[in-house]
């Protein structure tokens, strides 16, 4: 497989189901990268599956910039796509193009931003500069304390057709895919056959064209992985009987021999 890339991507809609996911570090980007995942997100999720956060709101710009150096110098074949922590897009449109500029050089294919109709604005000043976009609409997790919590969004008519509306607002401001999180499977279902960019789903059901899996849920890696995540491993249970037989073997004379 060549590298992946936007126009492969796009092309991917409607003829091969993707399955993506995050990575924050050169080791599990190029383990990723070599089981054939196409897209690989440097997540604003670092905040809480990597760095102790309770959500990703801490994330700063610095921390996105160095895991995004580290999975791009790894990943010979995934699409990189770095997360804009929150803040670093929210403080004009000059300030964000620079931040998203700073994300490509630091080896992003890439930049993924949180927000809908009232965003598509700065979508569309991205896509002007060469900056390719990912959204994401539904529910966009630097919105938890306005949501008071982590909780499905589009359960209403009305909040259905805001979310609908969103998603068709930023394939018109030039979105080459675009995340919908928790929304009902029906609504994800739908916005995929109106759109003709890739939507990538996270607890919205089958009927997208692709899959988000963070990868501490899919390594079993998170105590509290979400209901929609699957755990394709159990590295957590493997490395702590890696450590405990290190110190059994240290403390009883085995290690070093």
Same mark, same amino acid.
């Given at each position: 497989?060549?590298?992946?890339?936007?126009?492969?991507?796009?092309?991917?809609?409607?003829?091969?189901?993707?399955?993506?996911?995050? *990575?924050?570090?050169?080791?599990?980007?190029?383990?990723?990268? #070599?089981?054939?995942?196409?897209?690989?997100? @440097?997540?604003?999720?670092?905040?809480?599956?990597?760095?102790?956060?309770?959500?990703?709101?801490?994330?700063?710009?610095?921390?996105?910039?160095?895991?995004?150096?580290?999975?791009?110098?790894?990943?010979?074949?995934?699409?990189? %796509? $770095?997360?804009?922590?929150?803040?670093?897009?929210?403080?004009?449109?000059? #300030?964000? @193009?620079?931040?998203?500029?700073?994300?490509?050089?630091?080896?992003?294919?890439?930049?993924?931003?949180?927000?809908?109709?009232?965003?598509?604005?700065?979508?569309?000043?991205?896509?002007?500069?060469?900056?390719?976009?990912?959204?994401? %609409?539904?529910?966009?997790?630097?919105?938890?304390?306005?949501?008071?919590?982590?909780?499905?969004?589009?359960?209403?008519?009305?909040?259905?057709?805001?979310?609908?509306?969103?998603?068709?607002?930023?394939?018109?401001?030039?979105?080459?895919?675009?995340?919908?999180?928790?929304?009902?499977?029906?609504? *994800? *279902? #739908?916005?995929?056959?109106?759109?003709?960019? %890739?939507?990538?789903?996270?607890?919205?059901?089958?009927?997208?064209?692709?899959?988000?899996?963070?990868?501490?849920?899919?390594?079993?890696?998170?105590?509290?992985?979400?209901?929609? *995540?699957?755990?394709?491993?159990?590295?957590?249970? #493997?490395?702590?009987? $890696?450590?405990?037989?290190? @110190?059994?073997?240290?403390?009883?004379?085995?290690?070093?021999?």
């Amino acid at each position: 497989m060549k590298k992946w890339n936007v126009a492969a991507i796009r092309a991917a809609k409607g003829v091969r189901k993707l399955g993506c996911a995050t *990575a924050y570090d050169a080791c599990f980007a190029r383990l990723a990268d #070599e089981a054939g995942v196409p897209i690989l997100l @440097v997540g604003d999720s670092m905040g809480m599956t990597t760095l102790g956060f309770e959500t990703t709101i801490p994330v700063t710009m610095e921390h996105t910039l160095m895991a995004t150096a580290a999975v791009a110098r790894a990943a010979k074949d995934a699409l990189v %796509v $770095a997360d804009m922590p929150f803040g670093s897009y929210q403080c004009g449109a000059d #300030e964000a @193009v620079a931040n998203a500029v700073k994300c490509l050089k630091a080896g992003a294919d890439a930049v993924k931003l949180e927000g809908g109709e009232s965003f598509a604005p700065l979508i569309r000043r991205f896509v002007e500069c060469g900056i390719p976009v990912l959204a994401h %609409v539904g529910m966009m997790p630097q919105s938890v304390n306005e949501y008071g919590g982590f909780k499905r969004q589009g359960k209403t008519r009305e909040a259905a057709e805001k979310i609908m509306r969103d998603a068709r607002a930023v394939e018109a401001a030039g979105a080459f895919a675009v995340t919908l999180e928790c929304i009902p499977s029906d609504l *994800a *279902a #739908e916005i995929t056959s109106c759109l003709g960019i %890739v939507t990538i789903g996270v607890g919205a059901g089958g009927g997208c064209d692709a899959q988000w899996l963070v990868m501490h849920d899919l390594l079993g890696l998170n105590a509290n992985p979400p209901p929609f *995540a699957r755990k394709y491993a159990d590295f957590a249970d #493997e490395a702590r009987k $890696a450590f405990a037989r290190y @110190v059994d073997d240290v403390a009883n004379g085995a290690f070093p021999s």
